[in-house]
């Protein structure tokens, strides 16, 4: 296993102009979500993902999807094969074992299931693989060289699982397989053959607004960011070299064309707006951050309200004016009336 890793790690860090790249850790996962409705009815959805980025997806008849050109990384189609394959079965026969065993567990419909698996790249190159089996959303079991062991103190659930769990050694050893041969050398190739688009350096696009009044003599200013690649970003608003306090950050959220989105609230009082600005930092800007400075931005509105007002004013006063200028003109004497 480790021979074959070496090789992919090699390339991935002697990447010439990118080796700076991947400095973080980077995690690939499959996440199998079911939703247990009563005795007879479970839904599950099945999603891979590098990070934030979601690589595979499966159709309605289990079919693995590859979501990016470079999803297979250098996975041969048996290994490929193998994994459908085991996820196909687990799919299938994890909710009869669930079912069997829930009046045991005295897990009460209608709940949910979660077990995610994958591997993670450290920056200094080792792989940790990981295997989690959580219910409603907090983790029970974890899979260790082969094994299941409990997660938390829990004498109903957790144990009892783990001993039924322990039962099945071919179907752990066959986990643990994928998770620590298969799933580091996917994880290396996919970060190899995909590493032009997720190393991809996309600069953000500022600009800011005001939100909905908060309260008397009250603002809500809020900066957006829009547009950026890589998403590891930092916006704040400042006063000075100061951050300020009570600024809050939606989440990131995505575009359509794979960059981000961002929005970062402060409320102030109405009369202490002076000297605030909003401040981008992003890999892609090379230290040069992105300063908007709150004074500017109202000032910019006001002369586009002074440029749309100043015409409306000339055209209501030429107006005016000619309207004047012809009730008080007397018609030419060749249209008056002769006597």
Known sequence: MLLLQIPLLAVLLASGDNEDAFQEEITFKIIHSSSFYNHSWVKTWKSAW???????GWDNTDNIIFLRPWSNGNLSKEEINVMVKFHHRLS???????HRHASQWQLKYPFGIQIIGGCELHPGGSIVAFNQFAYQGSELLHLQNSSWWPSVKDEIIAQPMCRVFNQYHVANKIVQRILSYSCPRLLLSILEAGKADLQRQV???AWLSTGPNPGPDRQMLVCHVSGFHPKPIWVKWMRGQQVQQG????GILPNADGTWYLQVFLEVEATETSGLYCRVRH???GGQDILLYLEHH???VGWIILAVMVPLVLLTALAFWLRKRWSHCEPPASLLPLE
């Open 298 to 300: 109202q000032g910019s």
């Open 247 to 250: 600024t809050q950050q939606s």
């Open 203 to 205: 600069k953000p696009e």
């Open 92 to 98: 299938t026969e994890m909710p009869h074992k669930i």
């Open 50 to 56: 590098l990070d934030d980025v979601q690589t595979h």
């Open 283 to 285: 890999s892609s800007l």
